[in-house]
């Protein structure tokens, strides 16, 4: 078993999202995966730690999500429709619908199925 068999955990205290993202994408550049985030809510008195498992997502359905995060998919002012996020990436605009609704899909079952282990324990 070589280093390459032993998971590689780190723990960040961070301001803010844009600094998470930042260094999210930092991240991902490195020959690694994340697997897992961890966040912690430090106003809260019962300091909870909700780690979701988001290594069944691809790179490519990452891909997707950055691009359409960065478009501004997801924000309520909502912009970067498919056809913007398919042509950033380069693919159909059924393409891009499917992988940003398969990784949707397994990051919020992830965290639903998180959700449900801390309120249990």
């Known amino acids: 078993m070589d280093e ?10 961070v301001e803010d ?14 020959e690694s995966e994340v ?4 966040i912690v809510d430090p106003s809260r008195e019962d300091v909870n730690c909700l780690s979701i498992d988001v290594s069944d997502v691809t790179e490519k359905q990452w891909e997707a999500l950055e691009v359409a995060h960065e478009l501004g998919h997801y924000s309520t002012q909502r912009g970067g429709n498919l056809s913007d996020i ?5 693919i ?3 393409a891009a619908s499917q992988r940003l609704r398969a990784a949707e899909s397994k990051i919020v079952s992830a965290i639903l199925g ?3 282990i801390t309120e249990t324990v």
């Open 4 to 13: 390459s068999d032993h998971p590689l955990f780190v723990t960040l205290k």
């Open 35 to 38: 697997k897992m985030i961890s």
């Open 92 to 94: 159909s605009k059924s």
């Open 114 to 116: 998180a959700t449900q």
């Open 86 to 90: 398919a042509d950033a990436l380069g």
């Open 17 to 30: 999202r844009s600094a998470l993202q930042h260094v999210v994408r930092q991240y991902s550049r490195l």
